[in-house]
């Protein structure tokens, strides 16, 4: 592989140091005169229609300056899904709506002049309910005579609203059907997971003001600025040249913050009352009233011939999106489309199922995107296939799974919300990643050891391996943009949003590498809907991938220009490169600063601006490969499942930077690792969210977490940036099959729903 020098190198962030020294980055550090507060309040039912709504004593109480309800605000149907346009999500929300459709849907909104205010308003509201018959589990939405969850005229985009069902697909390569009768060996199972939250450390903020010039600006802790603009636009009724959107440092998303939740209330008492205007969910509306992950219902059927051979897969999805389906049709796609393709040498495949309306918490976009679900289903068959066949799970894997040069009918069949693209894989590290993760865990040598390590503790291991993507092929673009100083620094404007990954860093040193700098010669801004180019944001594993190659298409842009003006001022006639922040000239060594030629530019002679602008579309989405294996003790007394070694062989391409790198594999583990032990929501038979906080909400804390070893395998993916993939969400979907296998291993019981409490390990072995 070629080394570089600054890509591939463990350079410190661009904002570390503003950020452990406690500077004021994050969007709630900004405040103005005159700042109003606002609370918003809502649904104490699961499912009511509002028969009257009263805020004529809110809106006397002095100190109050707006309320909000459905009576005095635009009625469009629209989607808070942050997607590119037009969005594959449906049009089922509305500001507000005199329908309620789950605990904690918006009622109304007060802005006062300070919180304390705010709150009391909400209490003098009256509003008179007509509770209505709620569906609280995805398969009873689809019995015939059920309550219609969205029957307003104005939603579009749904597949049958007056049967619940957001989206359909029925999708068949091939006879799956004759494929499993000619299987000599067929396993079959449903995998079921639960509702869990983000729980990014910031919530969600937004505050509004009006600038000198009278545009509404907008500072958000969002992932999509600029879909936020235009959403807010549409919603609005405000052109786009008078919204401007500003991300600061994010304090964690995870696809929670890849919506407008609460962008178009600020927005609102700004406009009405020409005054800033600040919005914070608390933890609790975090929990119960921005979003979740997608629970599934997941079927799938294996079928294979004698020699282990894959012959058939089958994956039937029943998915709920909760009140409403902003993602839904996406992540159910991507459960079929970023899983399937692994095991390409199944000719026949069947994809089916259906997202369903229920009255509970709205599902969106979360780390992994279906895929978490996905994998959890399949790669559990796998091993027990493998365990019905008599071979080495690891075995069966290599057999069948995706290899460079090989393709999948599935590519072009499934995308985001609609057919996909056709690809081959160029850069697949996954053999070397189960060879090399089998050999730093020591897979045979463990399991050839006793399972009974001490009296009623038991010692299991699971591996699963898995794939992803890098991108929306052919829907979402990224810009850059470049310029150069005259002391011979330059700036980097991207609308890429960095929500804790360190993309800033990443994108500064794909720059810098293009260039011939070093990053302390660069400063990054962005996430600025009226100065940084437009980046459809953060979301679907992208942002190296595509935005990288926006900023490397600028960068040599850039290059190209500064070699024009370095050939005229050394009256070169040979090769010129740049090398540590110098131009020099090869063969003859003579040399120039940068700041020679930014001089010139600036003041001197042809003078002119050097920079540049580019934009990036890929025509294909090129997945990571990851191969992960997890040892774990299980105590039959007390049900607890304890992780105690994590192995992660990833192919990420080229790691721009391999300690980043490193730490979003980490970090996805972990993420993986308390959904599948410990997190979830609990609703009562009301539909009411039993813990949502920190103390019932049971995330892993760093006592929790076992040993965690990270192996990079490095590829070189010609579409990428320098041959990069993407890294962020992939390994999120290996902890809960791998987990479940292990368990398996110790213990031969089949954990098929999560989360894997110690309850669910006792009741399977007829404890409780």
Known sequence: ????????????????????????????????PGMLYGKILRSPYAHALIKEINASEAEKLKGVEAVFTYKNVPRKAYTTAGQGYP?????????????????????????????SIAEEALSLIKVEYEE??????????????????????????????SRNIVSHVDLEIGDVDQALRDSDFVVEGIWETQYAQHCPMEAHIAIAYLDERGKLVIRSSTQVPFHARRILSFLLGIPISKIRVIKPRIGGGFGAKQEVLIEDLVALATLKTKRPARLELTREEEFVSSRTMHPMKVKVRLGADKEGMLKAIEMDILSNTGAYGAHGPTVFFNAGSKTLPLYNKAENVRFTGNVVYTNLPVAGAYRGYGATEGYFALECAIDELARKMGIDPLILRQKNHIRPGETSPIFKKLGEGREGVPQTVESCGLEECIENGRELFEWEK?????????????????????????????????SATIKMNEDGSFLLLVGA???????????????????????????????????TPFDKGAYASSTTYLSGEAVRKAARKVKE???????????????????????????????????????????????????????HVSEVSPPPFAAHFVEVEVDTRTGKITPILYVAAVDCGVAVNPQLTRGQIIGSIVNGLGFALSEGLVFNTRGMPLNPNFLDYKVLSSLD???????????????????????AEICINGPLPAVANAVYDALGIQLKKAP??????????GKI
Request: a negative charge; proline letters at 6%.
């Open 446 to 478: 463990k399991r050839s050891l006793p399972r009974e390590v001490a009296p009623g503790i038991y010692r299991g291991y699971g591996m699963a391996i898995m794939m992803q993507g890098s991108a929306i092929p052919l829907v979402d673009m990224a």
């Open 497 to 531: 949003t960095d929500l804790g990954t360190g993309s800033d860093t990443i994108l500064a040193q794909i720059a810098c590498e293009e260039i011939g700098i070093p990053v302390k010669n660069i400063t990054v801004y962005s996430s600025d809907t009226d100065f």
């Open 132 to 161: 209505l018959p709620a569906i609280l589990d995805p398969e009873d939405a689809l019995k015939d005579g059920a309550p219609v969850i969205h029957d307003e005229p104005e939603i579009q985009g749904a597949h049958d609203p």
């Open 1 to 32: 592989m070629k080394k570089y020098r600054v890509v591939g190198q463990d350079v410190e962030k661009v904002d570390g140091r503003a950020l452990v020294t406690g500077q004021p980055v994050f969007t709630d550090d900004f405040s103005l």
């Open 705 to 727: 977490i076992p040993e965690i070893e990270v192996i990079l395998v490095e590829t070189h993916e010609p579409s990428g940036p320098f041959g990069a993939k993407s890294v």
């Open 561 to 615: 220009q500064i070699l024009t003006v370095a050939h005229i001022l050394l009256g070169a006639s040979g090769d010129l490169v740049i090398e540590d922040g110098l131009v020099k000239e090869v063969g003859t060594g003579k040399t120039l600063t940068l700041e020679e030629i930014g001089l010139r530019s600036f003041y001197m002679a042809d003078q002119r601006q050097i920079q540049a602008t580019a934009s």
């Open 87 to 115: 969005e594959p999500s449906p049009y089922d929300s509305f500001i507000f709506d005199k329908k309620v459709r789950f605990v904690g849907d918006r009622v109304a909104a007060v802005f006062a002049e300070s919180l």
């Open 756 to 765: 894997f409490t110690a309850e669910s390990v006792l009741r399977l072995l």
